[in-house]
């Protein structure tokens, strides 16, 4: 166990709807990033908060947001989905200190099923 | 631009032989850090072991160690004495040591099935 939780575990929804899921980090860990895993694109950084601010944006659509609260938890919001959103969504969390060694550790995932 | 290379898609090994999983980088960084993880048909995604950029020692985590070269830009993961349990995807992936640039960049991954 990484001590990183995400919710929900599995969602199927259908196009046009939008999603949010959830990521609350470790303990004492203070940045939060998204990251997307499907078949053809592989591991995908999407977007990172550290402390309550966006630090970092990778490869994240228009249609998707996210924001970290004032207790460290983590939000993606995923809206007007398409067949090709569905994918492997992890949340991962570290000290975020800036170092090499600062080791991100990844919650359970949260898979996104669009029909 | 930072960039991580498997490729091996797959690797099919003995049980209790040793395996060892290839993986190339590269960057213009000097200060940098770099990752294997280890997804089972679960999916999570686990960490295993880090080896930075300054350290002349190879890391080592139990049965895991890494093969760190740093003049070939070179990260192979050694697994010795495979276990059944090891059967998962392995992915290496680096990160840059600066603030505003802390994304793990993955590669491909390869796919270990240990044989009984």
């Known amino acids: 166990d990484s001590g990183v939780t995400q919710t929900p575990k599995h969602l199927i929804t259908a196009t046009g709807q939008r999603v949010t899921l959830r990521c609350s980090p470790r303990s004492g860990d203070l940045s939060v990033y998204w990251y997307q895993q499907s078949l053809d694109q592989g591991l995908q950084f999407l977007i990172q908060?550290?402390?309550?601010?966006?630090?970092a944006k990778g490869n994240i659509l228009e249609r998707f947001s996210a924001q970290q609260f004032p207790d460290l938890h983590s939000e993606l919001n995923l809206s007007s989905l398409e067949l090709g959103d569905s994918a492997l969504y992890f949340c991962?969390?570290?000290?975020?200190?800036?170092?090499?060694?600062?080791?991100?550790?990844f919650g359970p995932g949260t898979r996104l099923t669009v029909l | 631009a930072q960039k991580i290379t498997q490729t091996q898609p797959g690797m099919f090994v003995q049980e209790k032989e040793a395996v060892t999983l290839d993986c190339t980088y590269d960057?213009?960084?000097?200060?940098?850090?770099l990752f294997w993880y280890k997804q089972p048909s679960s999916g999570e995604m686990i960490f295993l072991i880090y080896?930075?950029?300054?350290?002349?020692q190879n890391a080592t985590e139990g049965r895991y160690s890494l093969n760190f070269q740093k003049a070939r830009k070179s990260a192979n993961l050694v697994i010795s004495a495979s276990q059944l349990g090891d059967s998962a995807m392995y992915f290496c992936?680096?990160?840059?040591?600066?603030?505003?640039?802390?994304?793990?960049?993955f590669g491909t991954g390869t796919r270990l099935t240990i044989i009984p």
């Open positions: 908060y550290y402390n309550g601010e966006e630090r």
């Open positions: 992936a680096m990160r840059e040591a600066n603030f505003g640039n802390e994304k793990l960049t």
């Open positions: 991962a969390s570290s000290v975020g200190d800036g170092r090499a060694a600062d080791t991100q550790y």
């Open positions: 960057t213009s960084d000097q200060s940098y850090g």
């Open positions: 080896q930075g950029s300054y350290d002349e």
